[in-house]
């Protein structure tokens, strides 16, 4: 049976002025318009496409793909907004209504909004901006003895939801909210952005720490690759080393040094890679001697001593303050001394 608000795979029953009927043996006909017929439609063909209501609530059928089926959340625009509520650009050629009851804050048209699509109980499609009313908090098996839905490590979907003081909260696909924390954010991402993620913790809760990054041995192995074609874009060599910076590291790899050096220790390990002086070099890379790496190179420990002696020596030839004595006493003194003197 053909389900409202998804994509379904339809066989076509007849060809009509109006378009195709498509039918899954289980309802009445559905009406897919001639302008989403592909080229050389004949009965029989199996089609995929999305099942909504048209203008006076009949079953209709698109090719076209909306930015969220039932049971999705998306990030819309608001067109319009009349007495029924806010109408939504969810890409279909009719738009999204987000009842007045389904808002979170009164929509105003232009703004962008993250809605939950969902089918109320008259049977219309509908948006909502009520998101706690559908995404969970807690990532629990559903019932006792069932698997709990992640592990750390699982890839997952991400649609990024709000700025907190923790960092970023996110609809995780689709059904729970978990957090990206400050320290986990090594770009910029923003309300409403889609992103792959990972699962970094499943708390004793339920609730999720997310990371946009693999985390475990699936961290080390994909940040060994990149290092490895880092090291091949740049002729076997890569000015980066255990001496290097938290800040250096940062900026060309977009890691913490202490990810970096659990790499290179993984590296070396496999005999991919040497550590020279200042650098790592691919196994295979021919020596360079005489070369130094780009930007400022830190001071060594004869320069920073000469650096501090000469630091002292200044503050010992600095002038003392200067003593300002009374004058009517200076004056007495003064007298005193010529009485003497004759």
């Known amino acids: 049976m053909a389900e409202l608000g998804r994509t379904n795979t339809l066989t076509v029953v007849e060809l009509a002025s109006q378009g195709a009927y498509l039918d899954d043996d289980d309802q009445q006909p559905i009406l897919l318009p001639n302008n989403q017929c592909p080229e050389g439609i004949q009965v029989g063909d199996e089609l995929s496409v999305f099942v909504y209501l048209d203008s006076d609530d009949r079953w209709i059928a698109t090719r076209q793909r909306p930015r969220a089926q039932v049971g999705q959340v998306a990030n819309l625009e608001v067109k319009d907004v009349n007495a ?85 909260k996110a609809v995780v696909d689709d059904q729970f909210w978990g957090v990206l924390h400050n320290n986990d954010v090594r770009t910029a991402v923003r309300p409403g952005q889609r992103l792959t993620g990972f699962i970094k913790r499943v708390r004793d809760d339920g609730r999720l720490d997310l990371s946009l990054e693999p985390v475990g041995k699936d961290k080390v192995n994909l940040l060994a690759d990149r290092i490895l074609d880092k090291l091949k874009q740049q002729d076997g060599r890569l000015w980066l080393s255990d001496q290097s910076s938290p800040e250096e590291i940062e900026q060309q790899l977009g890691v913490s040094k202490r990810a970096f050096k659990a790499t290179i220790g993984r590296l070396l390990k496999l005999g991919k890679i040497r550590i020279e002086d200042q650098s790592i070099a691919l196994n295979d890379a021919e020596p360079v001697a005489g070369r130094q790496p780009q930007g400022p190179k830190p001071p060594s420990k004869q320069a920073r001593a000469a650096a501090e002696q000469l630091k002292q020596q200044s503050a010992a030839q600095t002038p003392s303050k200067k003593i300002y004595r009374n004058p009517r006493k200076s004056a007495k003194t003064l007298s005193l001394s010529s009485k003497k003197s004759s």
């Open 84 to 168: 029924m509520g806010a109408f939504l650009d969810w890409g279909l050629a009719k738009d999204l209504l987000v009842p007045f009851s389904e808002q979170k804050q009164k929509l105003q048209v232009g703004q962008q909004c993250q809605v939950y699509v969902s089918i109320d109980n008259t049977g219309r499609l509908i948006g909502s901006t009520r998101l706690n009313r559908f995404i969970k908090d807690e990532a629990k098996a559903q019932w006792p003895g069932a698997d709990d839905p992640y592990n750390n490590g699982d890839r997952v979907k991400l649609l990024i939801s709000q700025r907190t003081d923790l960092g970023y």
